[in-house]
């Protein structure tokens, strides 16, 4: 079976985590967050793997190789222009094949039982099946209106909670297509699947199939949420700290919910609190970081901030994010 992993965004709101590598790439518990995609994914039954690139794609293509440690055979597709979630699938169309194919977000971490959402694909004999699940706390994922069994229309963001109203429900970002889907989806232009391909199709009386889940699944889409979900899953293990490759706690050095990438070294006397260090970053001795989120100078001292991303500061070699205002 195939499935697609849409890496291509340019995860602006986990710059400067993101200066040097997509979103999809960025380390999670020891692995790349795509690399939990594709492991997911050849967990029920995917053997090709098609991956959209745009931002930094040779830090996905480092992160994932050919797929082989993750279960999966990869295919690469870049997108010199970005082309939005089902702009991707019309660039990608012929790596696709003829047959069901599944669509996955490459920012998500979840258990959802993709093998029951493929029964439900089946036994309503959809064009497309839209896997989804309550979100009784109303983040801000745009509403899915469903009847019977079929999504019926894609709202805003949820309102307020009402007591005794049942909640709303939320797109995972995890679909299963069948190729005539290809009818749908604008040819060689930006489009997004949600606005330019499944309202068209529900128009038509397409049947768009609602299939609500239940289990684990989180979205990594900003700093706060990687390093909450981080230490959450941590947490579950017994840990408060993970670390990446060749990293150095000297002596006498306090570090406490934390996230440490690649070659990170916290001198004698710092302290480290509920907080990310990127790749090669040093916290000298008696150097305070707290709620926040620490890469390099040297990768963001010419570049510009992103709209979207959270403001930051130099300090020495160090460019520091403070998660709290």
Known sequence: ???????????????????????????????????????????????????????????????????????????YVEEPVILGTSGALDNARH???DDTFVVVNGKIVTDIDLTEAMKTHRQANALATLVLRPNPTREAFSVVETRDGLVTEFGGM??????????????????????????????????????DVYPPAIARVERIAA?????????????????????????????????????????????SDAILWDRVTIEEGARVHHSILADGVRIANGEVIEDSAVVLASLVRRAERPAKALKGEFKGDNFVVPLTR
């Open 158 to 195: 949820p309102s307020g909670q009402v007591t005794g109203e049942t909640a709303p429900l939320m797109f995972t970002g995890i679909q299963i297509l069948e190729p005539r889907i290809f009818d749908y989806i604008p040819r060689g232009v930006f489009s997004h699947s949600t606005v």
């Open 211 to 255: 299939h609500v889940a239940e289990g684990m699944w989180y979205e990594l889409s900003t700093i706060s949420r990687y390093l909450e979900i981080s230490l959450r899953l941590l947490s579950n293990q017994g840990r408060n700290v993970d670390m990446g490759e060749d990293c150095q706690v000297q002596s006498g050095a306090a570090i």
């Open 1 to 75: 079976m195939h499935a697609m992993i849409l890496a291509a965004g340019y995860g602006t709101r986990l710059w400067p985590l993101t200066a040097d590598r997509t979103k999809p790439a960025i380390p999670f518990l020891g692995r790349p967050l795509v690399g939990y995609v594709a492991e997911y994914l050849a967990g029920h039954g995917v053997d090709e793997v098609v991956v959209n690139l745009h931002h930094r794609p040779e830090s996905v293509r480092a992160a994932l190789g050919d797929g082989s440690r993750f279960g999966v055979k990869l295919h």
């Open 95 to 97: 790596l696709l094949g």
